[in-house]
């Protein structure tokens, strides 16, 4: 049974810093596509970040330079490093991985609130 578990969501003010995790079971992670993707209510689910198997990273450019992603293939985890918050951050944040077994498999965690506000 494939799991993505996400914590490290909550309030914090503009400016400041959250990191998010997202556990992993189930899969074959080192050979999974990781990413996380965020939905703010009245929009549609976008994509923050990725990394690929080999470490190769793309991000939306409204977080460029201020989020990171990055992952521990011996701890089957995979982070978000978010700087410098936003109030148009404010989103349910979630962990997706796609792995490629013959055929592609797009897993989705539970997601984790994350509110950006003074």
């Known amino acids: 049974q494939v799991q993505l578990v996400e914590s490290g969501g909550g309030l914090v003010q503009p400016g400041g810093s959250l990191r998010l995790s997202c556990a992993a079971s189930?899969?074959?992670?080192?050979?999974?596509?990781m990413a996380w993707f965020r939905q703010a209510p009245g929009n549609q689910r976008e994509m923050v970040a990725a990394?690929?198997?080999?470490?190769?990273?793309n991000s939306a450019d409204s977080v460029k330079g201020r989020f990171t992603i990055s992952r521990d293939n011996a701890k089957n985890t995979v982070y978000l490093q978010m700087n410098s918050l936003k109030p148009e951050d404010t989103a349910v944040y979630y962990c997706?991985?796609?792995?490629?077994?013959?055929?592609?498999?797009?897993?989705w965690g539970q997601g984790t609130q994350v509110t950006v506000s003074s």
């Open positions: 990394m690929t198997r080999d470490g190769t990273t």
């Open positions: 189930g899969i074959f992670f080192s050979g999974a596509t």
């Open positions: 997706n991985a796609v792995v490629l077994t013959g055929v592609i498999r797009n897993y």
